[in-house]
C-alpha cells in the first residue's frame, strides 16, 4: 500500500515560515521524483517544487527564492521550506510522487497553508 502523508501545514502571518513533511511508504523511495503542488480555491493545481531521484531540482517562478525543496532518502521524505510566506501562498499543499519509466504516480491527501494576519 502506497501512502503519503503530509504534514507541517497551518497558518502564519505574511512574512513567516514553515517547514512540510511528506513521508512516503510503499515505493522505492529513491528512484522517485519527489514534488509539491499546491490548489488554491477557484484555482488549478499548480506545480510548486520538484527534487528528482538524480538530485535536480526546480521550482515555479513564484516561489524561487522563497522555498527551498529537499529530501532524506534514509528517511523516504521529501520536505517544503517555505520562507517570506505571502497571502497568495495559501493553499492546500500536495506531496507527489512519480516514476514515468514505470508508468506510476501518487499523491498525497494535502495539508493546508493558510497565510493571513
Known amino acids: 500500500q502506497v501512502q503519503l502523508v503530509e504534514s507541517g501545514g497551518g497558518l502564519v502571518q505574511p512574512g513567516g515560515s514553515l517547514r512540510l513533511s511528506c513521508a512516503a511508504s510503499g515505493i522505492i523511495f529513491n528512484i522517485y521524483t519527489m514534488g509539491w503542488y499546491r490548489q488554491a480555491p477557484g484555482k488549478q493545481r499548480e506545480l510548486v517544487a520538484t527534487f528528482g531521484s538524480g538530485g535536480s531540482t526546480d521550482y515555479a517562478d513564484s516561489v524561487q527564492g522563497r522555498f527551498t525543496i529537499s529530501r532524506d532518502n534514509s528517511k523516504n521524505t521529501v520536505y517544503l521550506q517555505m520562507n517570506s510566506l505571502k497571502p497568495e501562498d495559501t493553499a492546500v499543499y500536495y506531496c507527489?510522487?512519480?516514476?514515468?519509466?514505470?508508468?506510476?504516480?501518487?499523491w498525497g491527501q494535502g495539508t493546508q497553508v493558510t497565510v493571513s494576519s
Open positions: 507527489h510522487a512519480s516514476n514515468l519509466r514505470l508508468g506510476r504516480t501518487y
